[in-house]
């Protein structure tokens, strides 16, 4: 799928290690791991997006089976994992694009809700996020790396 220069393509596993390009793989080598082994069982579906160069400039996950019920249901709710847009491109649409093209993807794989989990003090993701129609509160917790809400989006 090509739109406004860049393109939106499922990711090749052997590819992994051009996400450096996007978010620090190596300060973050246990996500990276967990996330490698994840693509490898089939529990995790990364697209990326390049820009016309070829470049990785973001990247959006899905995890189909996660340990935290109210995430996933299977057949019926599946997880948005990770949503990652390089900082100085924030802001150009890009992480909607990724959104809009994830949720036709699960509406063609059957799915009719999907879940995400946010750090309360990632306000522009909260809007994000809200504006693209996540809004029903599933769960408010913390972990490692903070204080975060889970939401919900009926895919219509």
């Excluded at 406004?4 to 052997?14: R, S, V, W």
């Excluded at 390009?21 to 190596?26: A, E, M, V």
């Excluded at 909607?96 to 306000?123: M, P, Q, R, W």
């Excluded at 993701?125 to 204080?147: Q, T």
Aim: positive net charge; hydrophobic residues 35%.
């Amino acid at each position: 799928m090509a739109k406004n220069g860049y393109t939106i393509e499922l990711l090749n596993i052997e590819d992994f290690n051009k996400c450096q390009n996007i978010w620090d793989l190596k300060n973050n080598s246990e996500t990276a791991k967990k996330f490698y082994n994840q693509l490898k069982e089939g529990n995790r579906k990364t697209f990326i997006c390049k820009n016309l160069n070829g470049e990785f400039i973001a990247e959006i996950s899905l995890v189909f089976k996660k340990p935290i019920n109210e995430f996933t249901i299977e057949g019926k709710r599946v997880y948005i994992s990770h949503l990652t847009v390089k900082p100085e491109l924030c802001g150009n649409g890009i992480g909607t694009s990724l959104c809009n093209y994830i949720f036709d993807y699960c509406k063609k794989l059957g799915y009719c809700e999907i879940s995400l989990a946010v750090l309360l003090n990632n306000y522009n993701a909260i809007r994000l996020y809200h504006r693209l129609g996540f809004n029903k509160l599933i769960a408010v917790d913390k972990d490692e790396d903070g204080k975060y809400i889970g939401l919900l989006k009926t895919l219509d």
